[in-house]
């Protein structure tokens, strides 16, 4: 009986605990009056222009249903192996990259076997070689390509806006940088031309570079001429404007670089430490540091070093990565 009782009065606890925070709470916490007074202080549309305002408000409507359409568009799922090798700039086929991986997969695993290390050892060499190995070539491809166009992005909008300035169309400004400009821009903007002369619009064209290079500047800039081919408006103000923000990205990661780039040293100094060490000690006493090779337990203890150095390296890797 008693226990009901209790289980009763707990229920009734939090029922009287709920009923406070729903009705009396924003009371006493000032939400009610501060609802008031954000409605007393909003501004109410004016009777005259009327019309004006209607065709703003559609416009902005317009606007954000287009800015909403390409987010929509641009969330993707995970991306394929045939994209990420495409967008490191190889012309390589699924099989060549898996035939590549297996080839090295068999050569580390080969090197390790040569010094006559535990199958423990020579398997974990192999699953490097073959899995990680591999990828962190393709990451770093990638990487390094779409650092030269997000370099060179900036100059490819320019010639946009002095183009259109000039009394241009956006088509004839995009087969000029698919001619003269610098690689990879150069191919990218070639695929533009390639797309448009399929029969796609200007703006679909362009959404396909997003998919190339997934990168926030090519998303603005496909957002800035999709908006214009829908919208209307200024195109080479809006692309001015643009370059602006382009540039002053590329001036902050510069900073950016340079502030963390005594971060980054550390990092080095503190990740090569054990492997001066070491041979520093093998020097000194060949005999005493030999044991980790040329026993099993040694070779145990150098697997677990690594795994263990694997994750500190990537722990700092993390803290000095910044996202810009």
Not at 70 to 76: A, D, M, N, P, V
Not at 245 to 258: N, Q
Not at 280 to 291: A, C
């Amino acid at each position: 009986m008693n226990m009901h009782v209790w289980f009763v009065m707990v229920l009734a606890m939090i029922a009287a605990g709920g009923i406070v925070h729903v009705f009396i709470y924003p009371y006493l916490s000032g939400d009610i009056k501060a609802e008031k007074r954000e409605a007393a202080l909003r501004p109410t549309a004016p009777k005259r222009g009327a019309e004006r305002q209607a065709d703003a408000a559609s416009r902005r409507k317009q606007i954000t249903e287009s800015i909403k359409e390409l987010e929509t568009r641009g969330k993707r799922k995970k991306q394929s192996l045939e994209t990420r090798i495409a967008q490191a700039g190889l012309s390589w086929s699924r099989n060549k990259y898996i035939g590549a991986s297996l080839a090295s997969a068999a050569f580390f695993g080969g090197l390790i076997w040569l010094f006559r290390a535990h199958p423990i050892v020579t398997v974990g060499a192999m699953g490097v070689g073959g899995f990680g190995f591999p990828a962190w070539i393709l990451s770093f491809l990638r990487k390094r390509r779409l650092n030269k166009f997000v370099n060179e992005f900036p100059n490819a909008v320019d010639i946009i806006i002095r183009g259109v300035k000039a009394g241009l169309p956006l088509g004839d400004c995009l087969r000029v940088i698919a001619t003269e400009s610098a690689e990879p821009v150069r191919s990218e903007f070639r695929q533009i031309v390639e797309a448009q002369a399929m029969g796609l619009s200007t703006g679909e064209a362009v959404e396909r570079i997003v998919e190339r290079v997934p990168i926030a500047e090519a998303s603005f800039f496909s957002i800035v001429i999709n908006i214009q081919q829908k919208a209307g408006g200024n195109l080479a103000e809006a692309l001015a404007n643009l370059s602006a923000v382009l540039r002053e990205r590329k001036k902050m990661k510069g900073k950016i670089k340079a502030m963390s780039g005594e971060a980054k040293a550390s990092a080095y100094i503190i990740g090569s430490m054990p492997f001066i060490v070491a041979a520093m000690t093998y020097v000194t006493s060949p005999k005493y540091i030999e044991l980790l090779w040329t026993t099993q337990t040694g070779e145990l203890v150098i697997g677990g070093c690594a795994v263990w150095m694997g994750i500190g390296i990537f722990v700092m890797k993390n803290m000095i990565n910044f996202d810009y």
